[in-house]
């Protein structure tokens, strides 16, 4: 059972103060101090918590700078999960010259994820109905890269010259259309964060039973519902095998 569990509790235990963040405080009716000040975290949540506080003091104030700080923090949060995706996928395959490389660059991160983790999609996928069979298991989280990236792109036009002020910052159609379209981005992160965990296991830490009920179904010599069964009986033949 460790073999299977292995890479994904170590991570699943650092995550667990990050979590108790989002749960525990509310980011709506938050000063200027508050935000800037209080539950201050540089992680994929503790950004997200943030821009949400912009965000809502952008709504109450009609103010354009709140929603440019949260499109900012936006931003930083989909690239920070990204990176926290591919520390948890490909561990040390991401050395140090990568690493460089996509320093200041949340493209580069999305191709190098893809280069490393191409089955990514479909691991998680994979990783998500092994870990539900197991008793007492935290619920994992899947994310679209793709998705994420698509709010990226659409956030980021918050940040740049879009056209004259009478069009942009002056208009409170622009404003508000910036709301709902940063709003989209930070809720989607922050409301998937409450369903469960972030976290991965690499192939070579399974069982060897499901090791090999991995390499059919990426080759998809079968399909999902398959693979819980599979689960359910390694888990059997696993606890039989701890009691003998």
């Not at 709301?179 to 399974?206: C, F, N, R």
């Amino acid at each position: 059972m460790q073999g299977l569990l292995g890479l994904l509790y170590s991570y699943l235990t650092c995550q667990k103060m990050r979590l108790e963040v989002q749960k525990i405080p509310n980011y709506r009716g938050r000063s200027l101090r508050q935000i800037i000040s209080e539950n201050i975290h540089f992680d994929s949540v503790g950004y997200t918590y943030r821009g949400l506080s912009w965000l809502d003091f952008a709504k109450r104030e009609n103010n354009v700078c709140a929603l440019q700080y949260a499109a900012h923090d936006a931003r930083q949060a989909i690239e920070q999960l990204l990176f926290e995706e591919i520390v948890l996928s490909v561990g040390t395959a991401f050395d140090r010259i990568e690493y460089a490389k996509c320093k200041g660059s949340s493209t580069k991160l999305h191709k190098v994820m893809r280069r490393l983790n191409p089955d990514h999609e479909k691991l998680s996928e994979f990783i998500q109905v092994i870990m539900s069979v197991l008793p007492n298991a935290p619920t994992l989280v899947r994310w679209d890269h793709k998705y994420l990236m698509k709010h990226w792109r659409k956030i980021s036009n918050y940040l740049h010259w879009a056209g004259e002020p009478a069009e942009t910052t002056e208009s409170s159609n622009w404003l508000s259309k910036g709301i709902v379209i940063v709003g989209a981005g930070l809720l989607h992160i922050w409301d998937k964060k409450g369903l469960g965990y972030t976290g991965a296991m690499a192939p070579k830490d399974m069982q060897p039973e499901i090791r090999e009920c991995w390499k059919n179904f990426k080759a998809e010599k079968i399909d999902i519902n398959c693979v819980e069964h599979v689960a359910h009986m390694t888990l059997t033949v696993l606890n039989n095998r701890n009691k003998a």
